[in-house]
């Protein structure tokens, strides 16, 4: 269980009043599930349910490269159902994750814990400007 302490602002996600989690389970024939749980402003939770599978890298094994799809199964065969979701960094403790796209239109800054702690947020959003990402953009999320 991962929760969202920012993002960049993008049409998959409306600005929800509270906090937001992602849930991954591995799955027997090697993808993952993704269960993406947030709270609008009417209090209701809302759920997306989505697929990854990973992505082999030539030389990098392990790389953390999936294609995640969050349509319907039966338009998994079609390229745009597929996005690229990339983990550009994670702590050695596996507490903090930065993910994002190639193209620099996503961002995500994920935790354990339900709020991270301002100086630990700051360095991701530091590193990410340095990838190019507009964090100047970016979306905290409410807790």
């Not at 960094?89 to 620099?104: E, F, N």
Request: glycine residues 10%; neutral net charge.
């Amino acid at each position: 269980l991962w929760y969202e302490q920012a993002r960049l602002p993008n049409p998959f996600q409306k600005s929800g009043a509270g906090p937001v989690t992602a849930r991954y389970t591995a799955l027997p024939d090697g993808t993952l599930e993704i269960r993406n749980r947030s709270q609008n402003e009417k209090g209701q939770t809302e759920e997306a349910v989505g697929i990854a599978r990973p992505v082999k890298v030539s030389g990098l094994p392990g790389a953390g490269r999936l294609k995640v799809r969050f349509l319907p199964g039966w338009l998994g065969w079609m390229p745009f159902a597929w996005g690229d979701y990339w983990i550009l960094k994670l702590d050695r403790d596996y507490q903090v994750a930065l993910v994002g796209s190639p193209d620099r239109h996503y961002l995500w800054v994920l935790s354990r814990v339900p709020q991270l702690d301002e100086a630990s947020l700051q360095a991701e959003l530091d590193y990410a400007r340095t990838l190019g990402f507009e964090v100047d953009q970016v979306v905290r999320t409410a807790h």
